[in-house]
C-alpha cells in the first residue's frame, strides 16, 4: 500500500511539521507504524468519522496519526499528535481530507 503526506496548497506537509519535532525514539516508533500501514496492518487502528482515521502508538504521551485512505492502494497521512491534542488534531484531519477530496474532485 502507498503511504504519502497529504500537502496544502502551498506545498507544506501538517504531519511532516509534527513529525520532524519528535525526538529520535518518538519518531522511530511513527516509522514503524507506517511500515505496518503500508504493510496493511491496521491493528492499533479505529476510525474517527468521516472517512479520517487514526492509528494509536503505544509510546510517551500516546502518539496519534491520523489518515485517510484513498481506494485500496492510497493512505494519506494528514497530522499527527498525542492523547492530550487528540480533539483538535482530529478536527484539523477531519477538515484536510475534505480538502485533499475537494482538490481531488476539482482535477
Given at each position: 500500500?502507498?503511504i504519502?503526506?497529504y500537502?496544502?496548497?502551498?506545498?507544506?506537509?501538517?504531519?511532516?511539521?509534527?513529525?520532524?519535532?519528535?525526538?529520535a525514539?518518538?519518531?522511530?516508533?511513527?516509522?514503524?507504524?507506517?511500515?505496518?500501514?503500508?504493510?496493511?496492518?491496521?491493528?492499533?487502528?479505529?476510525?474517527?468519522?468521516?472517512?479520517?482515521?487514526?492509528?494509536?502508538?503505544?509510546?510517551g504521551?500516546?502518539?496519534?496519526?491520523?489518515?485517510?485512505?484513498?481506494?485500496?492502494?492510497?493512505i494519506?497521512?494528514l497530522?499527527g499528535g498525542?492523547?492530550?491534542?487528540?480533539?483538535r488534531?482530529?478536527?484539523?484531519a477531519?477538515a484536510?481530507?475534505q480538502?485533499?477530496?475537494?482538490?481531488k474532485k476539482a482535477?
Open positions: 500500500m502507498d504519502v503526506e500537502l496544502r496548497e502551498d506545498g507544506s506537509s501538517p504531519f511532516g511539521r509534527w513529525f520532524d519535532r519528535l525526538d525514539k518518538a519518531a522511530a516508533k511513527v516509522a514503524v507504524a507506517r511500515i505496518k500501514l503500508a504493510a496493511g496492518h491496521f491493528g492499533n487502528v479505529k476510525p474517527v468519522g468521516d472517512g479520517v482515521s487514526e492509528y494509536r502508538i503505544d509510546h504521551p500516546g502518539y496519534r496519526v491520523y489518515f485517510g485512505q484513498d481506494g485500496t492502494h492510497l494519506l497521512l497530522v498525542d492523547k492530550s491534542t487528540q480533539p488534531d482530529i478536527g484539523e477531519k484536510l481530507w480538502d485533499y477530496k475537494r482538490r482535477k
